[in-house]
């Protein structure tokens, strides 16, 4: 996914980073709000800050678990 900022910045976002959003239909993918601080997919009950894709960060609602 693509996301351009207001200063002109485009980051590319992979999908893999936000299952909900890799598994959902391409026009799920559309339907999304912007607001001050993100990005909001009702539908999908997604949301992704800016300032997290800034920082890197992907799903924070899975734990990773750990390895054996």
């Known amino acids: 996914m693509w996301v351009e900022l207001s200063d002109g910045r485009i980051l590319g976002i992979p999908l893999v980073w936000f299952p909900r959003l890799l598994n959902a239909k391409p026009e799920q993918r ?37 390895a054996a």
Do not use: F, R
Request: proline share 3%; charged share 20%.
């Open 30 to 66: 559309l339907n999304y709000e912007l607001s001050v601080s993100g990005l909001h997919w009702n539908e999908l009950d997604e949301d992704i800050s800016v300032a997290g894709l800034l920082m890197g960060c992907g799903d924070s609602t899975k734990i990773p678990q750990a």
